[in-house]
């Protein structure tokens, strides 16, 4: 309980509270369908059910989104002595829908209060009860998340401040960095994300408010913060684990302007490796490389499926590294049932019988991604497994598997199917440690 010379500093207090729990707060909101059209969604942030204000408790009774109506109602219940009361709550500025209706109808101003703007304030009239009960409302259009609002209430001669559940204002900031294959600055369909990579968000006065990681997919999110305009940039220094973004060019700009309520999404930073220099790096020896060569690895998988010869790697090894591959990075183009079927497919990849664009890029590429199994290839094999999704995103273009039905694409795409077929070679021409 407080007045109005504390209010400021309480609510400061209590803000901090709420956003130093952010961090443990699911961002996706499941949804439960009602037989009468309605839905109940389940918060991203933690419910304030109740706040005790004075002699008076407001109660947090729910969210109810109607999916037939495509509105979103918020409802209270006030009680407390039967005196002259207003009763105030925030409407954010900021929410994705406008107020489409509240109860009671009469008795209602906006924007009076002197803490709380905006805000929709009622002034029920008082009653022969000792008590009051009283419940009240208000309904957006569209489907609005749960967050935590300021809520008053005015007596004669106090006002008290405090924090309850009602419509968002805080909102998602998402994207993903990723290797732009095509170079067309859009994250599509067949492309791969780039994991690990740190993404700092900037406030409107250009303070550092949050620092996150792409996850395996590429994939980041700043999860509920405050509405209105932020920077988003890509610390390109940690692309790459020990090269330090020496080999990747961006595909779009490095820091975006994002502006949220409601959520932002796509807010995505492409790369694509500078083959030229990554090909000269590692013949130089600037980027030593002990990648095993593709001739190397088939003779692994025709000892594997013959039984013959003295190994460097086992047959079970051979199998749990196909198994890696299957989901190392697109669903194709390589898929191998972990069996003699599988080994006799990778077999035939490495032989190579055909000599397209396509079975080129995929010898090779398969021999890289075996050597990044094992271990080897470039010193920074962060920078490898980015090769890697590049090569498979351009191999998918063209056809995505050894002996499928080659689509018709631009000459541009076989002339990347050349570039990356290079840069594997290059990456599988260190000598395997022995594989030889």
């Known amino acids: 309980m407080f007045n109005l010379t504390r209010s400021l500093a309480f609510l400061a207090i209590i803000g901090m509270i709420i956003l130093g729990c952010a961090d443990n707060r699911n961002p996706v909101e499941s949804l439960s369908q009602g037989n009468n059209g309605t839905s109940i969604h389940t918060p991203s942030f933690t419910v304030i059910q109740a706040d005790t204000l004075g002699a008076f408790t407001v109660q947090y009774l729910g969210r109810t989104v109607d999916s037939v109506h495509a509105t979103t109602k918020f409802t209270y219940v006030l009680t407390g002595p039967t005196i ?97 294959a095509n170079n067309n600055g859009m994250f599509d369909a067949s492309e791969t994300g780039i994991q690990n990579v740190t993404i700092d968000l900037f406030n409107s006065v250009n303070t550092l408010v949050a620092t996150t990681t792409s996850d395996v997919n590429g994939n980041y999110l700043f999860r509920d913060q405050l509405c209105g305009t932020y920077t988003v940039a890509v610390d390109t220094t940690t692309l790459t684990t020990s090269t330090k973004n020496n080999y990747l060019a961006n595909t779009t700009p490095l820091k975006l302007s994002v502006s949220i309520g409601p959520d932002s999404k796509g807010n995505n930073f492409g790369f694509t490796p500078q083959t030229t220099k990554l090909v000269n790096d590692i013949k130089s020896g600037t980027l030593p490389t002990n990648g095993g060569a593709a001739n190397a690895w088939k003779k692994q998988f025709q000892s594997a499926l013959s039984g013959n010869g003295n190994p460097v790697v086992s047959k079970d090894t051979l199998l749990a590294y196909l198994g890696r591959i299957n989901s190392l990075e697109l669903a194709n183009p390589f898929q191998f049932t972990l069996d003699s079927a599988g080994l006799q497919k990778a077999f035939n990849i490495l032989s190579n019988p055909t000599k397209t664009d396509l079975s ?46 080659v689509k018709v694409e631009p000459a541009a795409v076989y002339s990347l199917a050349t570039s990356a077929t290079t840069v594997c070679t290059t990456i599988n021409s260190g000598g395997g440690g022995g594989l030889q």
């Open 84 to 180: 002259q009361v207003a009763f105030t709550l925030e409407n954010p500025a900021c929410v994705g829908g406008s107020l489409v209706a509240y109860y009671p109808a009469n008795g209602v101003n906006f924007n009076v209060d002197p803490v709380i703007y905006p805000s929709i304030r009622w002034n029920p009239p008082t009653t022969s009860s000792t008590t009051i009960i009283d419940t009240f409302s208000y309904t957006f259009s569209g489907y609005e998340k749960e967050g935590p609002i300021q809520v008053g209430i005015k007596t004669n001669p106090a006002t008290y401040y405090g924090v309850i559940t009602g419509p968002s204002k805080y909102f998602n900031i998402s994207g993903s960095t990723y290797a732009d």
């Open 360 to 405: 080129n890029l995929l010898q090779q590429l398969l021999a890289t991604e075996l050597n990044y199994e094992r271990g080897l290839g470039i010193s920074d094999l962060s920078l490898e497994l980015v090769v890697i999704g590049w090569a498979e995103s351009i191999s998918a273009s063209i056809g995505g598997t050894a002996y499928g039905v």
